[in-house]
Protein backbone atom coordinates (compact mmCIF):
# COMPACT_ATOMS: atom_id res chain seq x y z
CA UNK A 1 0.00 0.00 0.00
CA UNK A 2 1.31 3.22 -0.67
CA UNK A 3 1.83 5.77 1.80
CA UNK A 4 0.91 9.35 1.51
CA UNK A 5 2.63 12.82 3.10
CA UNK A 6 0.97 15.28 5.30
CA UNK A 7 2.09 18.53 6.61
CA UNK A 8 0.38 19.30 10.51
CA UNK A 9 -1.28 22.73 10.38
CA UNK A 10 -1.86 24.57 13.91
CA UNK A 11 -5.87 25.93 14.44
CA UNK A 12 -4.11 28.92 13.62
CA UNK A 13 -4.06 28.12 9.97
CA UNK A 14 0.54 28.04 10.08
CA UNK A 15 1.88 24.92 8.87
CA UNK A 16 5.28 24.71 11.05
CA UNK A 17 7.39 22.17 8.63
CA UNK A 18 6.11 23.75 5.82
CA UNK A 19 7.78 27.53 6.66
CA UNK A 20 10.69 25.13 8.27
CA UNK A 21 11.11 23.82 5.40
CA UNK A 22 11.34 26.99 2.91
CA UNK A 23 13.75 28.45 5.34
CA UNK A 24 16.17 26.08 4.71
CA UNK A 25 19.16 26.26 1.97
CA UNK A 26 17.89 24.92 -0.99
CA UNK A 27 20.42 21.72 -0.74
CA UNK A 28 18.80 21.07 2.91
CA UNK A 29 15.33 21.57 1.52
CA UNK A 30 16.16 19.08 -1.35
CA UNK A 31 17.67 16.22 0.99
CA UNK A 32 15.13 16.35 3.57
CA UNK A 33 12.48 16.09 1.05
CA UNK A 34 14.32 13.45 -0.76
CA UNK A 35 14.41 11.33 2.44
CA UNK A 36 10.48 11.84 2.96
CA UNK A 37 10.07 10.64 -0.80
CA UNK A 38 12.31 7.59 -0.51
CA UNK A 39 10.76 6.38 2.93
CA UNK A 40 7.56 6.73 1.36
CA UNK A 41 8.08 4.72 -1.18
CA UNK A 42 9.31 1.87 1.08
CA UNK A 43 7.69 2.63 4.48
CA UNK A 44 8.38 1.05 7.64
CA UNK A 45 8.88 -1.88 8.60
CA UNK A 46 10.83 -1.42 5.22
CA UNK A 47 14.31 -0.18 6.14
CA UNK A 48 14.63 2.81 3.99
CA UNK A 49 16.12 6.55 4.46
CA UNK A 50 19.75 5.56 3.94
CA UNK A 51 20.02 5.96 8.02
CA UNK A 52 18.59 9.46 7.30
CA UNK A 53 15.05 8.44 9.06
CA UNK A 54 15.72 7.58 12.52
CA UNK A 55 13.50 6.40 14.86
CA UNK A 56 13.48 8.80 18.68
CA UNK A 57 13.39 7.48 21.57
CA UNK A 58 13.01 8.09 25.71
CA UNK A 59 10.53 11.05 25.88
CA UNK A 60 10.16 11.51 21.50
CA UNK A 61 9.28 7.68 21.08
CA UNK A 62 6.78 7.38 18.20
CA UNK A 63 9.17 10.20 16.28
CA UNK A 64 10.83 10.15 13.53
CA UNK A 65 13.87 12.13 12.75
CA UNK A 66 15.81 13.22 9.22
CA UNK A 67 18.80 14.38 9.72
CA UNK A 68 20.77 16.78 7.58
CA UNK A 69 24.08 19.26 7.69
CA UNK A 70 24.09 22.44 5.88
CA UNK A 71 26.23 24.98 5.32
CA UNK A 72 28.47 26.08 8.18
CA UNK A 73 27.81 22.47 9.80
CA UNK A 74 24.39 23.61 10.63
CA UNK A 75 22.18 20.99 11.90
CA UNK A 76 18.78 20.57 10.15
CA UNK A 77 16.35 18.23 11.06
CA UNK A 78 12.43 17.86 10.62
CA UNK A 79 10.28 15.76 12.64
CA UNK A 80 7.41 13.19 11.51
CA UNK A 81 5.11 10.22 13.20
CA UNK A 82 3.54 7.69 10.99
CA UNK A 83 -0.04 7.73 11.03
CA UNK A 84 -1.14 4.39 10.28
CA UNK A 85 -4.39 2.07 11.44
CA UNK A 86 -7.59 0.27 10.10
CA UNK A 87 -9.41 1.79 7.65
CA UNK A 88 -11.82 2.83 10.11
CA UNK A 89 -9.22 4.34 12.26
CA UNK A 90 -7.98 6.34 9.09
CA UNK A 91 -11.00 7.38 7.58
CA UNK A 92 -11.75 8.81 10.93
CA UNK A 93 -8.54 10.64 10.28
CA UNK A 94 -9.67 11.96 7.25
CA UNK A 95 -7.08 9.66 5.20
CA UNK A 96 -7.67 6.79 2.63
CA UNK A 97 -4.11 5.59 3.38
CA UNK A 98 -1.45 5.92 6.30
CA UNK A 99 0.29 8.88 5.97
CA UNK A 100 3.85 10.10 7.01
CA UNK A 101 2.85 13.36 9.17
CA UNK A 102 5.44 16.10 8.99
CA UNK A 103 5.15 17.79 12.23
CA UNK A 104 8.44 20.69 12.43
CA UNK A 105 11.56 21.20 11.93
CA UNK A 106 14.45 22.74 14.17
CA UNK A 107 18.72 23.67 13.07
CA UNK A 108 21.19 23.76 15.51
CA UNK A 109 24.64 24.94 15.35
CA UNK A 110 27.16 22.11 15.45
CA UNK A 111 28.06 20.21 18.19
CA UNK A 112 24.90 21.65 20.16
CA UNK A 113 22.22 19.41 21.08
CA UNK A 114 18.36 20.50 21.58
CA UNK A 115 17.12 20.73 24.55
CA UNK A 116 14.04 18.46 26.24
CA UNK A 117 12.38 21.90 26.18
CA UNK A 118 12.72 23.16 22.91
CA UNK A 119 11.54 19.30 21.50
CA UNK A 120 8.45 19.57 24.11
CA UNK A 121 7.76 23.04 22.55
CA UNK A 122 8.72 22.89 18.93
CA UNK A 123 7.92 19.41 18.22
CA UNK A 124 5.88 17.60 21.05
CA UNK A 125 3.26 19.99 21.79
CA UNK A 126 2.16 19.99 18.09
CA UNK A 127 2.72 16.50 17.39
CA UNK A 128 0.00 15.84 19.91
CA UNK A 129 -2.62 18.23 18.80
CA UNK A 130 -2.06 16.32 15.72
CA UNK A 131 -2.57 13.06 17.20
CA UNK A 132 -5.06 14.19 19.18
CA UNK A 133 -7.35 15.81 16.61
CA UNK A 134 -10.01 14.04 14.38
CA UNK A 135 -10.23 14.59 11.74
CA UNK A 136 -6.50 15.23 11.31
CA UNK A 137 -5.34 18.96 11.38
CA UNK A 138 -3.99 18.68 7.92
CA UNK A 139 -2.59 21.21 5.61
CA UNK A 140 -4.72 20.90 2.11
CA UNK B 1 -3.48 11.05 -4.45
CA UNK B 2 -1.22 11.51 -6.85
CA UNK B 3 -0.86 15.27 -8.14
CA UNK B 4 -3.14 16.92 -5.82
CA UNK B 5 -1.89 16.79 -2.01
CA UNK B 6 -0.30 19.44 -0.40
CA UNK B 7 3.10 17.46 -0.08
CA UNK B 8 2.54 16.81 -3.80
CA UNK B 9 2.04 20.14 -4.81
CA UNK B 10 5.18 21.71 -2.37
CA UNK B 11 7.34 18.79 -4.16
CA UNK B 12 6.28 19.74 -7.73
CA UNK B 13 6.76 23.27 -7.02
CA UNK B 14 10.39 22.60 -5.80
CA UNK B 15 11.52 20.54 -8.34
CA UNK B 16 10.77 23.42 -11.51
CA UNK B 17 14.40 24.72 -9.59
CA UNK B 18 16.51 23.15 -11.26
CA UNK B 19 19.50 23.62 -8.45
CA UNK B 20 16.76 21.73 -6.16
CA UNK B 21 15.89 18.81 -8.67
CA UNK B 22 19.59 17.99 -9.32
CA UNK B 23 20.34 17.61 -5.18
CA UNK B 24 17.11 16.54 -4.91
CA UNK B 25 18.20 13.59 -7.03
CA UNK B 26 21.52 13.12 -5.89
CA UNK B 27 20.42 12.59 -2.77
CA UNK B 28 17.62 9.92 -3.33
CA UNK B 29 20.19 7.96 -5.05
CA UNK B 30 22.26 8.12 -2.84
CA UNK B 31 19.82 7.09 -0.31
CA UNK B 32 18.45 4.05 -2.54
CA UNK B 33 22.05 2.74 -2.97
CA UNK B 34 22.53 2.64 0.87
CA UNK B 35 18.94 1.12 0.77
CA UNK B 36 19.90 -1.31 -1.95
CA UNK B 37 22.77 -2.56 0.19
CA UNK B 38 21.40 -2.69 3.70
CA UNK B 39 18.41 -4.34 2.31
CA UNK B 40 20.66 -6.70 0.60
CA UNK B 41 22.70 -7.75 3.17
CA UNK B 42 19.55 -8.16 5.65
CA UNK B 43 18.30 -10.35 3.29
CA UNK B 44 21.08 -12.38 3.21
CA UNK B 45 21.70 -12.27 6.54
CA UNK B 46 17.57 -13.66 7.35
CA UNK B 47 18.05 -16.34 4.55
CA UNK B 48 20.81 -18.36 6.76
CA UNK B 49 19.09 -17.04 9.90
CA UNK B 50 21.59 -15.43 11.38
CA UNK B 51 21.21 -13.23 14.24
CA UNK B 52 22.87 -9.31 13.96
CA UNK B 53 25.05 -10.66 17.04
CA UNK B 54 26.00 -13.98 14.89
CA UNK B 55 27.09 -11.98 12.01
CA UNK B 56 29.38 -9.39 13.98
CA UNK B 57 30.66 -12.57 15.83
CA UNK B 58 31.75 -13.27 12.31
CA UNK B 59 33.43 -10.82 11.38
CA UNK B 60 34.80 -10.14 14.56
CA UNK B 61 33.11 -6.42 15.28
CA UNK B 62 30.99 -5.18 18.27
CA UNK B 63 27.19 -6.06 18.13
CA UNK B 64 26.40 -2.72 17.90
CA UNK B 65 28.29 -1.46 15.40
CA UNK B 66 26.62 -4.50 12.98
CA UNK B 67 23.18 -3.32 14.67
CA UNK B 68 23.88 0.32 13.48
CA UNK B 69 24.95 -0.50 9.99
CA UNK B 70 21.62 -2.48 9.68
CA UNK B 71 19.41 -0.26 11.35
CA UNK B 72 20.51 3.44 11.11
CA UNK B 73 23.66 3.78 8.84
CA UNK B 74 23.85 7.05 8.05
CA UNK B 75 27.35 6.71 6.35
CA UNK B 76 28.08 3.20 6.79
CA UNK B 77 31.97 2.14 7.41
CA UNK B 78 32.74 0.20 4.32
CA UNK B 79 35.02 -2.33 5.11
CA UNK B 80 31.81 -3.68 7.87
CA UNK B 81 30.16 -3.54 4.90
CA UNK B 82 32.55 -5.58 2.63
CA UNK B 83 33.32 -7.89 5.86
CA UNK B 84 29.23 -8.28 6.46
CA UNK B 85 28.97 -9.42 2.75
CA UNK B 86 31.88 -11.91 2.50
CA UNK B 87 30.31 -13.55 5.88
CA UNK B 88 26.92 -13.52 3.97
CA UNK B 89 28.73 -15.51 1.01
CA UNK B 90 28.45 -12.29 -1.37
CA UNK B 91 30.33 -9.43 -2.61
CA UNK B 92 30.27 -5.71 -3.24
CA UNK B 93 30.53 -4.30 -6.67
CA UNK B 94 30.80 -1.38 -8.47
CA UNK B 95 28.94 -1.21 -11.82
CA UNK B 96 28.74 1.54 -14.26
CA UNK B 97 25.32 3.42 -14.52
CA UNK B 98 23.43 3.41 -17.55
CA UNK B 99 23.06 7.34 -17.45
CA UNK B 100 26.58 9.77 -18.35
CA UNK B 101 28.42 10.38 -15.66
CA UNK B 102 27.91 13.83 -13.72
CA UNK B 103 30.58 16.08 -14.17
CA UNK B 104 31.45 18.51 -11.50
CA UNK B 105 32.23 22.28 -12.50
CA UNK B 106 36.12 23.20 -12.35
Known sequence: MSWGVVYYRTRA??????????????????????????????????FSGGGK???????????????????????YRLYCVLD????????????????IAVINGLVKPNATLFTDAEYARHVRKLGDDYRGTLPRLIAS | ???????????????????????????????????????????????????????????GKNPASVRRTLTAPGNPELRTIIAMADALGAEIKIVRQRRPAVRQAA
Not at chain 1, 53 to 75: D, F, L, N
Not at chain 2, 22 to 41: H, Q, S
Request: charge should be neutral.
Open chain 1, 13 to 46: GVVPAHEFLLACPTGVRAKLLAVIEVVRAAPPPA
Open chain 1, 53 to 75: WEAMHGKMSGYYEIRCTGPGRRH
Open chain 1, 84 to 99: NGSPKGLAERGFEVPQ
Open chain 2, 1 to 59: MTGTTFHDRFLTGQLADSEFRAEFERERREIEAVDAIVGALEGLRDERGLSKAELARQI
